[in-house]
């Protein structure tokens, strides 16, 4: 079963302009990730913010992280067409690290 | 390339077949995963690799489904008696041991029963 939720399900937004999206999530954490896919192909790892951790930059990613309220957003900045693609947040827990990804948000970034 | 490689990248098949996946692992991974992703909807997890030996299993993984990892290298994912629900991108990722590190995902299997 997915984790959480993620919103907006659906972002569309002008080249040039930031995109936020954001993530709930249930239980407790050892970290939450981002990922990024591209129509039809698999995933590729974006960042990862620790739980101990509250804010976390990467290039023209930025993630917070509230524990306390249980989510999480991302934030791309200057977004170019290239970003056009499907965001998951995903929280790792228990002795495997396996990953619990929520439901996503489909990017359109219009050139 | 030294990422995780899986194979075949596409695979159609009348309901009741068997199909067969594998997922390369990257080499020094002794974690390798499996997770099912279907149309518009996040991946879910399915099983777990540690080296050779069979951790977790998810209750998605019915006994039409079985995996292995032999040698703690590459791993296989048989789907018997194929059904249409079974359609999905079988996705596999791998990573190192510990609970702060991220997985790295091949390109994964896209699934068609008809």
């Known amino acids: 079963s997915q984790q959480g939720e993620e919103d907006p399900q659906a972002l569309s937004i002008q080249e040039g302009e930031n995109a936020t999206m954001n993530c709930s999530y249930k239980t407790s954490i050892n970290n939450l990730q981002w990922y990024r896919q591209n129509s039809g192909r698999g995933l590729v790892h974006l960042i990862l913010i620790r739980s101990n951790e509250r804010e976390k930059h990467s290039g023209r990613l930025r993630v917070t992280l509230d524990t306390s309220k249980k989510s999480s957003s991302l934030l791309i900045t200057a977004s170019r067409a290239a970003d056009t693609a499907s965001y998951f947040c995903a929280t790792t827990g228990g002795a495997g690290n396996m990953l619990t990804f929520g439901g996503g948000t489909r990017l359109m970034v219009k050139p | 390339d030294t990422g995780v490689s899986q194979d075949p990248r596409h695979k159609i098949t009348k309901r009741g077949q068997n199909v067969t996946f594998r997922c390369d692992p990257i080499s020094e991974h002794n974690r390798l995963y499996w997770y099912r992703q279907t149309l518009g909807q996040g991946p879910e997890f399915l099983t777990y690799?540690?080296?050779?030996?069979?951790?977790?299993k998810s209750r998605l993984l019915s006994d039409r489904f079985s995996a292995e990892r032999p040698k703690g290298s590459f791993s296989t994912l048989e789907i018997q008696r194929t059904e249409q629900g079974d359609s999905a991108m079988y996705l596999c990722a791998s990573s190192p041991q510990g609970v702060r590190t991220e997985a790295f995902f091949g390109q994964g299997t896209r699934l068609t029963v008809v």
């Open positions: 690799f540690q080296n050779e030996a069979q951790l977790e």
